[in-house]
């Protein structure tokens, strides 16, 4: 079994645009994928999307966690020296007792420390990844280190009805579909420009619709902290709190997938304000002194 080992530290171009175009595509190359989660080695969607790619003609290996790290965001293990546990637990499918993040990290130093692999996929999570929750997400957290490494990923995630995926086939589907198609169009061999990510939601309900959408700015679900004193005399429970009014981002991924259509959001690693931003703060702060 393993010991879970506290884990601190915490454009786009047309041809994104599915359906295909009329006009026929060469078949797509055979890339060699690192499939990860935030929900653990076995988890079923995670499954069948290596399953439809590798019948797709990709070679897939999966790292991922050893058991769930939703919500975990960026977090990976830093403290140096320390161990941490993995294992290869059938042909091509990795376990590691961490986060994503250091899955990825894990995969792309020790897995495929001979070549890297060509592309990273995050996903399907179970459960949509938009707006603001993609600062917290897990899935979104592995994309976020292929990234910072260089090398190109997707976060694919799938929208709830209740406790229920009606559409989990369908995006597992959605997604190799977007990965042959970035194989098939890449330029000068690159499937993304350099440290780019696809954030891509799913729909419990689709529409038929593929939207470039921006990344909304509110959360779709936030935490409500309930007095339990009949837990203990100081304790709290959460309880979720979900968003009714409209994000405030025209084109908001949020929006878009409530209405029925997947959305698919370009992401970079780059965190830095804007030039006028900084020039504004610059103004503000330049007779400080250390």
Not at 177 to 204: C, F, I, M, S
Not at 214 to 226: C, H, S
Not at 268 to 287: F, K, M, S, V, Y
Request: include cysteine.
């Amino acid at each position: 079994m393993f010991r879970r080992i506290l884990l601190l530290v915490p454009v786009l171009l047309s041809v994104l645009v599915l359906p295909a175009p009329a006009q026929a595509q060469p078949p797509p190359s055979s890339l060699r994928i690192l499939l990860t989660n935030d929900d653990g080695y076995q988890a079923p969607f995670t499954l069948h999307l290596r399953q439809a790619l590798i019948a797709a003609g990709h070679d897939v290996t999966i790292v991922a966690p050893a058991g769930d790290s939703s919500g975990v965001g960026t977090s990976i293990n830093i403290r140096f020296g320390t161990t941490v546990e993995a294992a290869e637990m059938s042909p091509g499918v990795w376990a590691i007792a961490g986060t994503p993040a250091d899955a990825v990290s894990f995969g792309v130093g020790k897995v495929f420390a001979a070549d890297p692999p060509d592309l990273v996929v995050s996903g399907p999570n179970q459960g949509e990844n938009v707006a603001a929750a993609v600062n917290h997400s897990g899935t979104v957290g592995a994309a976020v280190t292929a990234m910072e490494v260089g090398i190109p990923a997707l976060a694919l995630s799938t929208a709830r009805q209740g406790s229920a995926f009606p559409s989990a086939a369908q995006a597992v589907a959605f997604g190799v579909k977007l990965v042959d198609r970035l194989a098939a169009t890449a330029q000068n061999g690159r499937l993304l420009p350099a440290r780019t990510a696809l954030n891509v939601n799913y729909p419990a309900a689709p529409t038929g619709d593929v939207r470039i959408a921006r990344l909304g700015r509110m959360l779709p679900v936030t935490v409500d902290y309930l007095p339990a004193t009949e837990a203990c005399a100081r304790c709290y429970r959460l309880q979720p709190s979900f968003a009714t009014t409209p994000d405030p981002v025209a084109d908001a991924d949020r929006t878009h997938l409530a209405a029925g259509a997947v959305t698919i959001t370009p992401l970079t690693d780059n965190w830095e304000a804007r030039p006028a931003i900084a020039a504004r703060l610059g103004a503000r702060l330049d007779d400080l002194t250390p």
